[in-house]
């Protein structure tokens, strides 16, 4: 049975609280709702599937007389958009008890949790300084990202709305390729309307001119001229992309800039290693060597959980031997593009920074479940034992796979050793010893992986299977499952 460092710390974190304590009612009343929201201070994070209202597929949404019209239960007026949240079936109840407790703790929770976001069935109650919104499935409707920043702060009592957000990296159109403001209201991605005369040119031009030191963006006009020129290649290859010029709300552009500027507090941005695998099993110069990478996180599919919540906890920096993995550490696409791709977004918007804010990289491999679970995956991943199988399955398979690799470079006369060149056999045998697997997320700065300048632009953008070597020692998040 693998070893994991989520048990090992976090059931020590529950050992020391104690579940009993008969003096509690005796309290003031003012000093057991100050206890009552302590205990309610936990980081959860919440997957959240969007996906488009059923019959509307209309990309001209934001024209429409209806929409940025409507009041909500708080006087607030809401998008309307076409779009609808979801959440896991929650197999697994992962409600906070108080809010069942006595009628003193759910008074608590419930302005703990103090935002009460619709659902496309029920609700889901939120804090919005703790927990952190995963949107999954937002790349392929990215133009209700805007209404969807908007509606959860239109459900704020507070008026604060979304503070922490999660995306991840999906296949096909990417906010983090740069698409135009106007294509992300619009849902047009393909990175085409950064011709001079576009409606948004004027915006942008005014924007860049009024923009912080802090959110200048280098080479600025250079990136720009990339994209234009990648979209008329595009063009030039006739892929049907045109450039519609749709007018927009004005409330989704004033809210999605006011929100980025003075609300959000940190993005993740989810990224998988190469072939969502921990090893790598090329070679060359550019290639790199192979390599397993026995300490980077593992977490299964988000979609799978059966929990509507998970709560997280989080080191500054991960605490295990990980050094000898972060020499190495394979892609699909160039991390780079992220941080710097936002950067641009957000100078293109005209976002000014008042508050910190947070940009980070969160690294991961999926872990897979059991195919003998069939239809039911649900109901075994939202137990301990489950996901304990997943484990273990995983580990096995997995250093099968790198004995075959192993192997297969014997064959070649080039003789790999089983903690591989990066990893000497001391440090090997420390991970065998100790708790080293764990159920999370890598979290890195947004600069990391290194800069983005005028010479490794189009390599950033356009090359795939890329390796990098980190020296930054990377924050750790690990998952209570």
Not at 5 to 33: A, C, G, M, W, Y
Not at 373 to 390: N, P
């Amino acid at each position: 049975m693998v070893a994991l460092f989520n048990d090992v710390h976090l059931d020590q974190s529950k050992q020391t609280q104690s579940s009993r304590f008969h003096s509690f009612s005796r309290f003031p009343k003012e000093i057991r709702l100050k206890i009552w929201t302590l205990s309610l201070h936990q980081h959860r994070f919440i997957p959240i599937c969007v996906s488009k209202t059923a019959g509307q597929d209309n990309a001209n949404h934001h024209d429409q007389f209806q929409f940025y019209s409507r009041h909500n239960d708080l006087g607030k007026i809401i998008s309307g958009g076409d779009y609808q949240l979801s959440i896991n079936k929650p197999i697994l109840d992962t409600t906070n008890q108080l809010f069942h407790t006595t009628i003193e703790s759910r008074s608590a929770a419930l302005d703990f949790y103090r935002i009460r976001l619709p659902l496309s069935r029920g609700h889901i109650r939120i804090n919005p300084e703790y927990d952190v919104l995963f949107l999954q499935d937002w790349d392929k409707a990215p133009q209700i990202l805007a209404d969807i920043l908007h509606d959860i702060r239109a459900y704020d009592p507070k008026d604060e709305g979304l503070m922490h957000l999660a995306l991840e990296e999906g296949s096909g159109d990417s906010l983090f390729d740069i698409p135009h403001p106007s294509n992300i209201l619009s849902g047009h991605t393909e990175m085409i309307d950064f011709s001079p005369d576009t409606c948004f040119n004027s915006f942008h031009d005014e924007s860049k001119e009024e923009m912080q030191s802090d959110n200048e963006v280098p080479f600025y006009n250079e990136t720009l001229t990339l994209l234009r020129n990648a979209s008329q290649g595009r063009r030039d290859r006739d892929m049907g992309y045109g450039t519609p010029q749709i007018p927009h709300h004005p409330v989704a552009i004033a809210s999605l800039v006011d929100i980025l500027s003075t609300k959000l507090r940190s993005l993740w941005c989810v990224e998988k290693l190469l072939c969502n695998s921990r090893i790598y099993d090329n070679m060359g110069p550019r290639m790199g060597r192979p390599h397993l990478s026995e300490t980077c996180p593992i977490m299964p599919s988000m979609k799978q959980m059966g929990r509507s919540s998970i709560s997280f906890k989080r080191w500054e920096s991960d605490p295990r031997p990980i050094q000898p993995d972060l020499k190495q550490l394979a892609f699909w696409r160039d991390p780079r593009r992220f941080y710097h791709s936002w950067c641009v977004l957000e100078g293109i918007l005209g976002v000014r920074h008042r508050s910190a804010f947070n940009f980070y990289v969160c690294v991961t491999t999926q872990l897979p479940p059991l195919q003998e679970w069939g239809e039911d995956v649900e109901q075994h991943v939202s137990t301990k034992l489950g996901v304990r199988q997943m484990v273990d399955r995983h580990r096995e398979k997995e250093l099968a796979q790198w004995e075959e690799s192993l192997e297969f470079f014997m064959n070649l006369n080039m003789k790999i050793p089983k903690h591989g060149f990066l990893r000497d056999e001391e440090s090997y045998k420390k991970l065998e010893k100790n708790p080293s697997t764990a159920i999370g997320m890598w979290i890195f700065t947004g600069k990391a992986f290194g800069e983005v300048n005028r010479e490794n632009m189009c390599d950033v953008y356009g090359r795939f299977k890329e390796h990098f070597e980190v020296s930054e020692v990377p924050g750790l998040v690990v998952f209570d499952i």
